[in-house]
């Protein structure tokens, strides 16, 4: 079993950057296929990016392309989702996720362990 934690979320102005961070512990990230989801009230969770055990790929919704980026440190257990230019649409709660499974899949049900969520607030 594997714990995550995100943090990193606020408040913060259109056009403005946060960083959120995806710390895990209980077992080694380096095993587990790393993603992010965000929901907003409302609506169903949906998909931001995901990236790969080692690292070297990586998979944005189009909503994500050219604003954020998804990184890992394997090192220190942790993902990164690092989110410029952000749009009052961004508001959400973010989450990330562990799948067992190799794959970079963008439906939550194929993900196998979620945190607590960290919320994101741009304001216009």
């Known amino acids: 079993q594997v714990q995550l934690v995100e943090s990193g979320g606020g408040l913060v102005q259109a056009g403005g950057s946060l960083r959120l961070s995806c710390a895990a512990s209980?077992?080694?990230?380096?095993?587990?296929?790393m993603g992010w989801f965000r929901q907003a009230p409302g609506k169903e969770r949906e998909f931001v990016a995901a990236?790969?055990?080692?690292?070297?790929?990586?998979y944005l919704a189009g909503s994500a392309k050219g604003r954020f980026t998804v990184s890992r440190d394997n090192a220190k257990n942790t993902v990164y989702l690092q989110m410029n230019n952000l749009k009052p649409e961004d508001s959400a709660v973010y989450y990330c996720?562990?799948?067992?499974?190799?794959?970079?899949?963008?439906?939550?049900?194929?993900?196998?362990?979620w945190g607590q969520g960290t919320q994101v607030i741009v304001s216009s």
């Open positions: 209980g077992r080694t990230l380096s095993n587990y296929d």
């Open positions: 990236i790969s055990a080692s690292g070297d790929s990586a």
């Open positions: 996720a562990a799948r067992i499974l190799t794959g970079l899949e963008d439906s939550p049900l194929m993900w196998d362990y």
